[in-house]
């Protein structure tokens, strides 16, 4: 019988503590605005579009940590079946392996299982949207030049936890009754990312099929 979604994504389930908008900023306002969209039942690609007005830096801000929090949790329910014996490389099928690099304590791509990977890539995430130099909640503070390219490159990275779950441990969702709600997630950044350009066509090919079949 399938689980209601509160039990399944319970907070006891979350990989890494969930990033907060702070109230009666900028940016929790429009994460408010991009909830009530996404709860309004308006089709995921309106939903993802920059609000008329809006700076599309604090629209992709916003997002990204949003997504931070979503994956996180989606990935905190299978991580008790993601194993150094289940998943020895952190990889998507046979044709995709993915290596860790950080340029501190790894300095070039590092096979590592699949849970050790996701720590790190969450902590390194984690990191950067508590870096004030890159996610400045401050009104009045810019955003850095370089800030599309570092989001770029943790939704590039974040993608890579949807392509482990979907293949590796998507018998476990669907377990659970989750298989809609991560399906919707997975729809709702496919056509952010797609929306904005945020990812080289070239890294979704591991969810190609899948993505053809549920975002089209």
Request: contains cysteine; aromatic residues 14%; proline residues 5%.
């Amino acid at each position: 019988m399938d689980l209601c979604l509160g039990q399944v994504f319970s907070k006891d389930k979350t990989f890494r503590p969930r990033k907060r908008f702070e109230p009666g900023t900028q940016r929790f306002e429009l994460y408010k605005k991009a909830q009530a969209s996404l709860k309004s039942g308006l089709d995921l690609r309106s939903v993802v579009q920059l609000p008329q007005g809006e700076n599309i830096n604090d629209w992709i801000a916003v997002h990204v940590v949003d997504f931070f929090n979503r994956i996180n949790l989606i990935y905190g329910t299978v991580s008790e079946f993601c194993t150094e014996r289940s998943c020895p490389v952190m990889s998507g099928g046979q044709r995709y392996e993915y290596r860790w690099k950080d340029n501190n304590l790894y300095k070039k791509p590092t096979k590592l299982p699949a849970l050790k990977y996701m720590s790190l890539l969450m902590n390194w995430i984690e990191t950067l949207i508590n870096n004030e130099d890159i996610f400045p909640t401050r009104v009045g503070v810019p955003f850095p030049k370089n800030f599309q390219q570092v989001c770029k490159k943790i939704l590039s990275r974040l993608f890579r936890v949807f392509v482990h779950v979907y293949i590796h441990h998507f018998d476990s969702i669907c377990s659970m009754g989750a298989e809609a709600h991560v399906n919707t997630c997975y729809k709702h950044y496919y056509y952010f990312i797609t929306e904005f350009s945020l990812i080289e066509h070239s890294e979704l090919q591991p969810l190609k099929a899948m993505t053809e079949r549920i975002c089209t």
